[in-house]
């Protein structure tokens, strides 16, 4: 994978994060739920990160060898950290967490 393909879909796996996300809370919030929108982001980004890497090997024939499946789960976290959008946001992420 070349870096340009991998800006293309980190960029589309964060807004579709962002856009699914925001689809929760709202899901969340309507059944008075109480959540970590953090937490929800993470897991969210990590799903569609890795599943939609997953996808776009699959689509394009590109084989499952030992570094392209390293590559799956780093960039759920890259999505992870794209959809986060701002030092405070993972600040306070990094926090919940402990």
């Known amino acids: 994978m070349n870096i340009t393909t991998f800006l ?3 960029m589309s796996f964060a807004v579709l994060t962002s856009t699914v996300t925001e689809a929760v809370k709202k899901f969340l919030e ?8 953090n937490i929800v982001v993470l897991i ?7 599943g939609g890497t997953i996808l776009y090997y699959t689509g394009s024939g590109i084989p499952f060898t030992p570094l392209n ?6 960039m759920g976290l890259a999505n992870w950290l794209g959809a986060m959008v701002g030092y405070d946001k993972v600040k306070q992420a990094i926090e919940q967490l402990h």
Request: glycine letters at 4%; a neutral charge; hydrophobic letters at 60%.
């Open 44 to 50: 969210i980004a990590l799903i569609l990160g890795c």
């Open 8 to 10: 293309f879909l980190l």
């Open 69 to 74: 499946i390293i590559y799956i789960p780093l």
């Open 30 to 37: 309507e059944q008075h739920i109480r959540y970590a929108s």
